[in-house]
């Protein structure tokens, strides 16, 4: 059964960074897209970052573009959202997604993934 899970959130102020990490075990080497959303409390859970497995390619939210960046270490199965300049408004539970689809242009689409972690709380002070 594959279980992702996510550690390394935290409270910063505004101007820091953190580091959030997705751990994957079990049957994970079919998945092609890796991605990281967020959901403040009473908004939608929206798409933040994701990078194609096979060739590393990432997607960003605007949002958090020239701030935040994601990789991936294949040997660890592990999946990195480095997050620098940190918003209040970047205050949320961050959430792990990994799925088999190859269609990228829905990257962003939490109904696109199929395996999701616990979540991470983030939260930014002004």
């Known amino acids: 059964q594959v279980q992702l899970v996510e550690s390394g959130g935290g409270s910063v102020q505004a101007g820091g960074s953190l580091k959030l990490s997705c751990a994957a075990s079990?049957?994970?080497?079919?998945?092609?897209?890796m991605g990281w959303f967020r959901q403040a409390p009473g908004k939608e859970r929206e798409g933040v970052a994701a990078?194609?497995?096979?060739?590393?390619?990432?997607y960003y939210a605007d949002s958090v573009k020239g701030r935040f960046t994601i990789s991936q270490d294949n040997a660890k199965n592990t999946v990195y959202l480095q997050m620098n300049s940190l918003k209040p408004e970047d205050t949320a539970m961050y959430y792990c997604?990994?799925?088999?689809?190859?269609?990228?242009?829905?990257?962003?689409?939490?109904?696109?993934?199929?395996?999701w972690g616990q979540g991470t709380q983030v939260t930014v002070s002004s």
């Open positions: 079990g049957y994970t080497f079919t998945f092609n897209c």
């Open positions: 990078i194609y497995t096979g060739g590393g390619t990432t």
């Open positions: 997604a990994a799925t088999t689809n190859t269609n990228w242009r829905m990257w962003y689409h939490p109904g696109w993934y199929s395996h």
